[in-house]
């Protein structure tokens, strides 16, 4: 692994320690020369991990929509900015360019990103770990939801355990650097169906 794509959120959150956690992340990546690509953005938490991870020597890619750029919504001061036309492409991108993947916490769009990444994990698309940083429990809801999801078998237990949970930033990268993900087949299921309550 030489290059971790972070999703991270456009904003600081509520809490001090979501930017200290964030910066940490920043600066153990730079530590241990592991380059960084993320979404280009200069504010909330993406703007505090690149920023750590220059400061620390680290190499930071940015890859943000052109629209955004115009807004000036990008980091100005990053290793390489890649700038493209669409959401569309610039997670493609950053999807080429990461060798792992870590949600920090965020929005809506920090989400997204991750459960497609781990979406595309589960199919076989790549086999990249794919991670959620965990502080203070705040993916605790979503980890619940992927338990109901695998008792109520829309979710398998081995694909369940392909996500990587850390709840400090030097944790999780071992966990990160050491995990193996197999590619499991996901095969549809063709039930019939006829018959079935509506």
């Keep these: ?18 930017v200290e956690t964030a910066m940490a992340l920043g600066t153990a990546c730079a530590r ?31 890859v943000i929509p052109r629209a955004m750029v115009e807004r000036g919504w990008h980091h100005a001061g990053l290793s390489k900015l890649i700038v493209v036309e669409s959401m569309h492409e610039r997670k493609q991108t950053m999807a080429h360019l990461g060798d792992a993947f870590v949600a ?6 920090t989400l997204e990103e991750v459960c497609e990444a781990f979406t595309w994990l589960q199919l076989g698309l790549h086999a990249k770990p794919v991670g959620v940083l965990n502080l203070g429990g705040f993916y605790d809801n979503l980890l619940r939801l992927l338990d109901h999801m695998t008792t109520e078998a829309f979710l398998s237990s081995t694909h369940r355990d392909m996500l990587t949970v850390g709840c400090e930033p030097e944790a ?24 079935a309550k509506k």
């Design 32 to 62: 241990r020369g592991l380059g960084i690509v993320y979404g280009g953005g200069g504010v909330g938490l993406m703007g505090a991990v690149a920023d750590a991870a220059l400061a620390a020597g680290g190499e930071v890619t940015g």
């Design 104 to 109: 920090l916490p965020g929005g809506i769009g």
């Design 172 to 195: 999780l990268l071992e966990q990160m650097l050491a995990a193996r993900p197999a590619l499991v087949s996901k095969a549809p299921e063709f039930k019939n169906t006829k018959g």
């Design 1 to 18: 692994m030489t290059c971790l794509c972070i999703y991270a959120g456009s904003s600081f959150g509520a809490s001090p320690d979501y």
